[in-house]
């Protein structure tokens, strides 16, 4: 199935919109890794400020 797709993707030219959106997949999962740690980190200072009960 995944070598039927490569092939199929292979054949499209380089502005098809399947091809657009494989290729820009790869670095919006790196962006959204990267504000969800930012997030984390966030979440664990304001924590660290909230006073406790």
Known sequence: ???H????L???PDN???KLV???LP?????N???IALLREQNELLRG???IP
């Not at 797709?5 to 199929?8: A, F, I, L």
């Not at 670095?27 to 962006?31: D, E, R, S, T, Y």
């Open 27 to 31: 670095k919006l999962q790196a962006q």
């Open 49 to 51: 400020q909230r006073p």
């Open 33 to 35: 890794e990267t504000i």
């Open 22 to 24: 494989m290729s820009v």
């Open 10 to 12: 292979a054949s499209l």
């Open 5 to 8: 797709m490569e092939r199929m």
């Open 1 to 3: 199935m995944l070598s």
């Open 16 to 18: 098809a919109p399947p």
